[in-house]
């Protein structure tokens, strides 16, 4: 019912900065919570950042002071800013959202991910 669409992957520098972003679609009534994870070869995907619908945000111990998650709610988008990227970041990075549908019905939606390959 709700499908999220990752962009902004790719290669970058060690030290460098990427943004990527999740646009949300389908019969979406809210949408209360948005987070990233990621999952490197070999790894768990596991828990990157989180934001609420009341703009609380919280970070993994690893990226706290790099990373930054906001949210456009009108267009129903999440963001990752990454900066200063080290190589042990390389990974895809997934969005999540949950929220209720149009049909008053709970969603949890994923993207299918974006490739971050960072090169020391």
């Known amino acids: 019912q709700v499908q999220l669409v990752e962009s902004g992957g790719g290669l970058v520098q060690a030290g460098g900065s990427l943004r990527l972003s999740c646009a949300a679609s389908?019969?979406?009534?809210?949408?209360?919570?948005m987070g990233w994870y990621r999952q490197a070869p070999g790894n768990q995907r596991s828990w990157v950042a989180t934001?609420?619908?009341?703009?609380?945000?919280d970070y993994a111990d690893s990226v706290k002071g790099r990373f930054t998650i906001s949210r456009d709610n009108s267009k129903n988008t999440v963001y990752l800013q990454m900066n200063g990227l080290k190589p042990e970041d390389a990974a895809v990075y997934y969005c999540?959202?949950?929220?209720?549908?149009?049909?008053?019905?709970?969603?949890?939606?994923w993207g299918q991910g974006t490739q971050v390959t960072v090169s020391s």
């Open positions: 934001i609420t619908s009341g703009g609380s945000t």
């Open positions: 999540n959202m949950r929220g209720m549908t149009t049909a008053t019905t709970d969603f949890r939606s």
């Open positions: 389908g019969s979406i009534f809210r949408i209360n919570a």
